[in-house]
């Protein structure tokens, strides 16, 4: 069974995204544009997982939604597995991808290396959805996330009116997750 659980990049892929958003479903498509991969491969690892009982899928219209499931008895395990090898900054970019962030970063002390029970967040362009996955974050990692969250368009208008706040984030030590500074 390990064998067929972890046989492709593909597949780990996949189940990080699953396994670190456990409340949303997600299409096929939509999977493939996440992660980069091509769908007809991301079609197949979503099958093989649904068949060896890790995810579950529903049909609306004429799409198939994949999640993770919940119920299986590997379902903690690999949640576990997934987390310890992501680490805490994998873990974030994983939910944040799923959120469709365009940029995201960590600052503060832990980006500095300190270890601290409280991570600054800053992302640009990602829907609240990012939000629920959060608060599982807080709970598997015992720490605290400041979420700084601002549109797109937002943020565009701060960095040309050279808003000193934004300065000052963009200034520190940062961690970049999604996008480039």
């Keep these: 069974m390990l064998k067929k659980l972890f046989s492709s990049s593909i597949r780990a892929d996949v189940l990080a995204l699953l396994l670190t958003s456990p409340k949303e479903k997600f299409y096929v498509r939509e999977v493939a544009r996440l992660l980069r991969k091509n769908p007809s491969g991301v079609k197949r690892e979503l099958d093989n997982l649904q068949n060896l009982g890790v995810l579950t899928s529903e049909r609306v219209a004429n799409l198939k939604y994949f999640r993770a499931n919940k119920k299986s008895p590997l379902y903690p395990d690999l949640k576990k597995l997934i987390t310890k090898s992501l680490g805490l900054p994998g873990v974030i970019k994983a939910v944040l991808r799923a959120s469709g962030a365009k940029t995201a970063f960590i600052y503060g002390p832990f980006a500095e290396g300190e270890r601290t029970d409280i991570v600054d967040l800053f992302v640009v362009g990602a829907s ?43 200034k520190q030590k940062r961690i970049i997750l999604i996008g480039r500074f």
């Design 128 to 170: 609240d959805v990012f939000r629920k996955g959060l608060s599982d974050i807080e709970s598997d990692f015992n720490v605290k996330v400041n979420a700084y969250s601002i549109q797109e368009s937002d943020f565009n208008i701060r960095k040309k009116r050279d808003d000193q706040e934004l300065k000052d984030i963009l």
